[in-house]
């Protein structure tokens, strides 16, 4: 796993092309997920942007406040679709139903990253990858890798 680090933007690919290696080595029958926990400017939908970049998504990736979820395709052999999901405003896992949650999850090809993953937490496989972001300094950031 990705030894914790301290990383400025022009480093986050790198911790990203990382990061992509490890979701590779995960379980894929089923979707994979990676977990994003840090404060708001943390760097969460940074990251997953630099993932995109990394998974050639095609579509301008912007952060899914609103719309809770969106879902872009790749030109990546193994994660077909990435999935970015902020539940931020998801107040009850209840809420998932409508979204095609339990679907989405099932799907081997996908890639869903999740920005505050704590709240629907009930509703996640043990064990998923979580990365904590936090904020250094104005261009410095630290990543560390464990499991939720
Ligand atoms: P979050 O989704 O966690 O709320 P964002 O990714 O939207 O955070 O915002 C992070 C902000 O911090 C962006 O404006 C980004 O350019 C800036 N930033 C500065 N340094 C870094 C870094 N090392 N890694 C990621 N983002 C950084
Ligand atoms: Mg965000």
């Not at 480093?11 to 926990?37: F, R």
């Not at 952060?63 to 539940?87: G, R, W």
């Given at each position: 796993?990705?030894?914790?680090?301290?990383?400025?933007?022009?480093e986050?690919?790198?911790?990203?092309t990382?990061?992509?290696?490890?979701?590779?080595?995960?379980?894929?029958?089923?979707?994979?997920?990676?977990?994003?926990?840090?404060?708001l400017?943390?760097?969460?939908t940074?990251?997953?942007?630099?993932?995109?970049g990394?998974l050639?998504?095609?579509?301008?990736?912007?952060?899914?406040?609103?719309?809770?979820?969106?879902?872009?395709?790749?030109?990546?052999?193994?994660?077909?679709?990435?999935?970015?999901?902020d539940?931020?405003r998801?107040?009850?896992?209840n809420e998932?139903?409508?979204?095609g949650?339990?679907?989405?999850?099932?799907?081997?090809?996908?890639?869903?990253?999740?920005?505050?993953?704590?709240?629907?937490?009930?509703?996640?496989?043990?064990?998923?990858?979580?990365?904590?972001?936090a904020?250094?300094?104005?261009?410095?950031?630290?990543?560390?890798v464990?499991?939720?």
């Amino acid at each position: 796993m990705l030894s914790a680090q301290s990383f400025k933007l022009n480093e986050l690919n790198s911790v990203a092309t990382e990061l992509v290696k490890i979701l590779e080595g995960e379980n894929l029958k089923t979707a994979t997920i990676l977990a994003l926990e840090g404060d708001l400017g943390a760097g969460k939908t940074t990251l997953v942007q630099a993932i995109g970049g990394l998974l050639k998504v095609e579509e301008v990736i912007t952060s899914p406040t609103f719309t809770i979820m969106k879902q872009y395709k790749t030109a990546h052999s193994v994660f077909e679709s990435l999935v970015h999901i902020d539940a931020y405003r998801i107040d009850s896992i209840n809420e998932l139903g409508p979204l095609g949650f339990s679907e989405l999850l099932s799907q081997g090809n996908a890639l869903v990253c999740i920005e505050w993953p704590k709240r629907i937490e009930a509703a996640l496989p043990k064990g998923v990858i979580l990365v904590d972001l936090a904020v250094l300094d104005d261009e410095t950031r630290t990543v560390q890798v464990s499991r939720l």
